[in-house]
């Protein structure tokens, strides 16, 4: 016998053993305070501070024996074993095949790639792969650091346990879900994907619930792992009131595209077929083109907010093509809309077919001008009602200077020419429709001017900045045979106070002379928060019919439009908007958004009143919505959202509070919403949900209505 100290790393080429199977092994190499080789036992021993690396394994120990005859290694004290796959084994006993593949082990203890906890009173490892125990543990939640062995806050025991390392996932058999200590569920069978796997194809946690509507309800999907590129959710819905609802979403992913969808179909008691579809498609066609597909449709008015998928008011299908090359940008458009409002009729809502539309910016000359083109072609009809075809095409040219005292400078000049065909376009004043061409031309010529002051100090920067542009063009440009497709809504603010055209669309224009002017201001501190303001006003020698009464823009001086935003570190926000009567100086439409407050307590207000317009499909509007939330502690956290409607009466509109629970492994939260919004088959309602995500495990609800 011959007793050798090691206190280097070295290769130890009679660790291998003598069948030939086993001499195209690599050599394992390990470090010891003391190694003893047993010639005639054909043993090895080593002791103190042993440690063994194997391929990718690693082995440490107090006392390793390795018999070479048998090619078995055995391990006592503490033992620690790192895998290949990031776990760290703990055990008091091990005894292993010479590869360290395969064996056996007392007192097992595993900590998971995601710091997950597994034990068991022994394990067995066959294949390399698979690990078996006995009374296993399992637990994600980290261990009371004052008492270790304190109940953890919930966990998992089961009389048996697998982890299939090929299959990626972890099973147990006679298992019991305990939370505090306390047994709170049962189930004979349970698994679920190691902490390798991100998408893995199995049953996800159901959701259940009552409605005064539907019934019992009771959600059961199903996750499919198609490819690596695909999956799909397939979950059917089950009520007692209204039968059963099959419902999905496939996503799909390609080297140049995307395709996410999802859809559901159902027959309801009236023995009515009932469903939806809402598909996104975007595809790369090239370095320039690029094509995309959204449709968006459902079989009935209400069944998106009655099944609980969306609140849309307007589902819209749009097919595309569109490219962008240098300055240029070229697209070829289809539009579909389905109305869901309980007034509005499907006859019509428009088709659109084709849009086309080129986008040009020239390179700058000498001066720094630049020239642009814009060009569309629209077809638009109904299968009721008025029917448009419309081209446009203006020409322009933009020349930018800036002066020796900073003052900035715009010049701009465009010619602009429309050419429609209508049918069955009903005329103010007129008994019968009209058929037939109308069209325009509108030059415009136009100058922006700025001046900006700037005052820095040592901690905070003040700017202000008179503004003023000046456009002229002909009046008339709204002959009463143009129809008025896409420039019905306009919302005079701060944002278009310096545009020379305010409608959003092409089927008005603004007419005659018309000045603007206004004043920016912003005071900047970089390190704890900065205010910025603006306030104007426009003004045209004569009225423009163009625009609606209460537009803010009818007579020829505007309305005054007016903005504030306020910002401090990360307690205070304040977003300011309002537009005030010229004459009156009366506020016709106000929008405050004020968000105060720290982690521990945010209070949040937002205020929104407008004042309806003759062009306007809503009325007077003014309504007010408070909430706050708290991070109460490191784990607790609360919340409340009230809406109120302050046309009518102050009606409560919605109500909704909820309480969270969430650490390392759990999360709770139970939610209380009130709605007494009633539109046909839809009631108001009062829904209670609560939620539980067992981490790495799975998620829970339950909700009553």
């Known amino acids: 016998m011959k007793k050798v100290a090691f206190t280097a790393l070295l290769a130890v080429l009679a660790w291998l053993p003598t069948d030939t199977r086993s001499q195209e092994r690599e050599s394992a190499v390990f470090t010891a305070d003391e190694v003893v080789h ?131 996932t972890i099973s147990y058999e006679n298992v019991w879900l305990e939370v505090a200590g306390i047994p709170v569920a049962y189930t004979p069978y349970l698994s679920h994907p190691d902490p390798t796997v991100k998408r893995q194809s199995g049953f996800l946690i159901p959701t259940i619930g009552s409605s005064s509507d539907l019934g019992f309800i009771a959600h059961i999907p199903y996750f499919w792992a198609i490819s690596d590129t695909a999956d799909m959710t397939i979950e059917p819905i089950l009520t007692t009131n209204e ?42 066609l090239d370095s320039t083109w690029r094509a995309g597909l959204d449709v968006e449709r459902a079989s009935g008015e209400t069944y998106l907010r009655r099944y609980g998928f969306n609140s849309k008011q307007t589902l819209t299908t749009r097919a595309y093509v569109e490219g962008y090359r240098k300055r240029n940008r070229a697209s070829a458009e289809a539009f579909a809309f389905q109305q869901l409002g309980a007034d509005d009729d499907p006859g019509t809502s428009p088709y659109v077919l084709p849009l ?97 002051f700037v005052r820095q100090g040592r901690r905070v920067h003040q700017m202000i900045e008179p503004i003023g542009s000046v456009a002229i063009s002909p009046y008339g440009g709204n002959p009463d045979e143009i129809p008025n497709e896409d420039s019905v809504d306009i919302e005079f603010d701060e944002t278009n106070l310096f545009s020379f055209n305010r409608f959003n669309g092409l089927d008005r224009v603004e007419g005659g002379a018309r000045f603007n002017y206004g004043l920016r201001w912003g005071i900047f501190a970089p390190t704890t928060g900065q205010a910025t303001a603006i306030i104007g006003q426009s003004y045209r020698p004569h009225a423009d019919s163009a625009f609606a009464s209460n537009s803010g823009l009818e007579d020829n001086f505007s309305d005054i439009v007016a903005s504030l935003r306020l910002s401090r570190e990360d307690y205070l926000e304040l977003k300011y908007r309002t537009r005030f009567d010229k004459d009156t100086l009366s506020p016709t439409r106000n929008e405050m958004d004020i968000s105060a407050g720290i982690p521990a307590f945010q209070a949040t207000v937002s205020y929104q009143f407008f004042e309806a317009h003759s062009n306007q499909q809503f009325a007077t509007r003014e309504q007010l919505q408070t909430g706050f939330s708290s991070q109460m502690s490191r784990f607790w956290s609360m919340g409340m959202t009230a809406n109120h409607d302050l046309v009518n009466d102050n009606d409560l509109r919605s109500f909704q509070a909820n309480l969270t629970y969430e650490d390392e492994c759990l999360v709770f939260g139970i939610e209380y919403l009130k709605t007494v919004i009633q539109d046909r088959d839809i009631q108001p309602a009062d829904t209670i949900m609560l939620r539980f995500n067992f981490k790495t495990l799975g998620s829970a609800e339950a909700q009553a209505y």
């Open 356 to 452: 086309l539309e080129y986008n040009h910016i020239g390179e700058a000359d000498r001066f720094g001008g630049r020239t642009s083109l814009d060009a569309s072609y629209l077809t638009l009809f109904r299968t009721d009602g008025r029917d448009t075809h419309r081209a446009s095409l203006q020409g322009g040219w933009q020349l930018p200077y800036t002066g020796p005292l900073g003052d900035r400078y715009t010049l701009s000049a465009s010619l602009r020419g429309d050419g429609y065909y209508v049918t069955n376009h009903d005329i103010p004043g007129q008994q019968d429709s009209y058929t037939g061409v109308a069209g325009r031309v509108v030059p415009q010529i136009a100058m922006d001017w700025r001046m900006p």
């Open 243 to 284: 039968g059963g609802i099959l419902s999905g979403q496939y996503r799909q992913r390609f080297e140049d595209g995307a395709w996410d969808m999802e859809a559901s179909i159902t027959r309801n008691s009236k023995d009515e077929w009932l469903g939806h579809v809402d598909s996104e498609m975007r595809f790369d």
């Open 38 to 168: 047993d010639r005639d036992l054909h043993t090895i021993t080593a002791r103190g501070n042993v440690e063994v690396v194997y391929e990718d394994r690693t082995l440490l120990t107090d006392v390793l024996s390795y018999n070479q005859k048998d090619d078995i290694v055995t391990a006592t004290g503490r033992v620690v074993m790192h895998e290949p796959t990031g776990e760290v084994l703990f055990a008091r006993h091990v005894k292993l095949s010479g590869d360290l593949k395969n064996g056996i082990i007392e007192d097992l203890r595993i900590i998971l790639q995601d710091g997950a906890r597994l034990a068991a009173n022994g394990g067995r490892r066959t294949d390399g792969r698979i690990m078996e125990f006995k009374r296993a543990v399992y637990s994600p939640c980290e261990i009371c650091k004052e008492d270790p062995t304190k109940d953890p806050l919930w966990q998992v025991k089961a009389d048996t346990a697998s982890h299939d390392k090929d299959a990626r």
